[in-house]
């Protein structure tokens, strides 16, 4: 089955700086890549997301790229802000099993004003 | 429009009794799923509902576990004998039909003492 590794586990970041979170995943027929956000003691939220056909999107300060050849895809969140501190967790999905998504075990997200 | 709820919010049991937890998925969507969030970790998958068809239950992780999906909409999981190592948030989400995103409750925050 699929397994994604997400990388690093925890990071700390200057407000005003960048934060890049890169997963990596093992099934090459997954083709759908989400991205959720999940702050202290709430739900996680899709914050993101980019299908295979695509290699990068971007949605105001947040970016997510896609390199299917190595099998890996990246979160890059830009001016980085105190609120966007929180747990971000990649997830990979093959769409053609409508099954369920593989999540990487998530990266604490720590910005300091 | 409504997101998905669960209930109850917390439940605190003693090892050994039974628990039944409630998620009512936003109306339409067709996919359920439920997932096992235990401190400081990523989301483990455990049950998966598409409509009629026969749910995927190969993440229960053993046969205390069970879920059922009433009319196609609210989503009990049962957890028999609860043990400590049962303690963890139960989170649920779904999905629409034919898309890939999915959109979770907040949680039941399961304490087993």
Redesign the interface.
């Known amino acids: 089955g699929e397994n994604v590794e997400q990388h690093p586990s925890t990071l700390s970041v200057q407000e005003g700086d960048s934060a890049v979170i890169k997963c990596t995943y093992s099934d090459s027929a997954s083709n759908?890549f989400?991205w959720?956000k999940q702050e202290l003691g709430?739900?996680?939220?899709?914050i993101i997301?980019i299908r295979s056909n695509v290699g990068e999107k971007k949605d105001q300060r947040i970016a997510v790229t896609l390199n299917k050849t190595a099998k890996h895809f990246s979160l890059h969140i830009t001016e980085t802000q105190p609120e966007d501190s929180a747990v971000y967790?990649c997830a990979a999905?093959r769409?053609d099993s409508?099954?369920?998504?593989?999540?990487?075990?998530?990266t604490q997200v720590v910005v300091t004003p | 429009g409504a997101g998905v709820s669960q209930s109850p919010s917390n439940k605190v049991t003693e090892k050994g009794k039974d628990v039944e937890l409630r998620c009512d998925p936003i109306s339409g969507h067709t996919a359920l799923y439920w997932y096992r969030q235990s401190l400081g970790q990523g989301l483990e998958f455990l049950i998966y509902f598409q409509g009629n068809s026969a749910p995927d239950k190969s993440g229960l992780p053993s046969d205390r576990f069970s879920a059922e999906r009433t009319g196609g909409s609210v989503s009990t999981l049962t957890i028999q004998r609860t043990q400590q190592e049962d303690s963890a948030v139960y989170l649920c989400a779904s999905r629409p039909l034919a898309r890939y995103e999915q959109y979770f409750g907040p949680g039941t925050r399961l304490t087993v003492t």
């Open positions: 759908y989400p959720y709430k739900r996680p939220q899709l997301d967790f999905l769409t409508w099954g369920k998504l593989q999540f990487g075990a998530g």
